[in-house]
């Protein structure tokens, strides 16, 4: 029953996380360094494509930051999901992390 625990303001939450994750995706764009890939309709999932970089190396720099991200799949790109933990911090500070984990 701990999902129940959890279902009281959920809404309002995911609203919150689906705002800061806008913003971090357009202040990762705005880098010129990443590029975001909505998947459509309505999805809660994005592909992110690094213009330059290591994709092993960014992930394991990101997790130094307590940031996990998932593998590279086979397209190149890296399957981000929309979801409550980018509330944690301020997309301005996460989007600080994903740049500088570029190296």
Request: glycine letters at 8%; hydrophobic letters at 45%; aromatic letters at 6%.
């Amino acid at each position: 029953m701990v999902a129940l625990h959890y279902v009281d303001g959920f809404d309002k939450r995911y609203a919150g996380a689906v705002a800061a994750s806008e913003r971090l995706f357009q202040q990762l764009e705005a880098t010129g360094r990443f590029r975001l890939e909505r998947i459509q309709p309505g999805s809660n999932l994005a592909r992110l494509r690094l213009q330059k970089g290591d994709p092993a190396a960014f992930r394991a720099r990101l997790a130094e930051k307590a940031i996990s991200i998932a593998t590279t799949g086979p397209s190149g790109s890296i399957l981000i999901a929309v979801n409550e933990t980018v509330l944690r911090r301020p997309a301005e500070e996460i989007a600080r992390d994903f740049v500088s984990a570029l190296g």
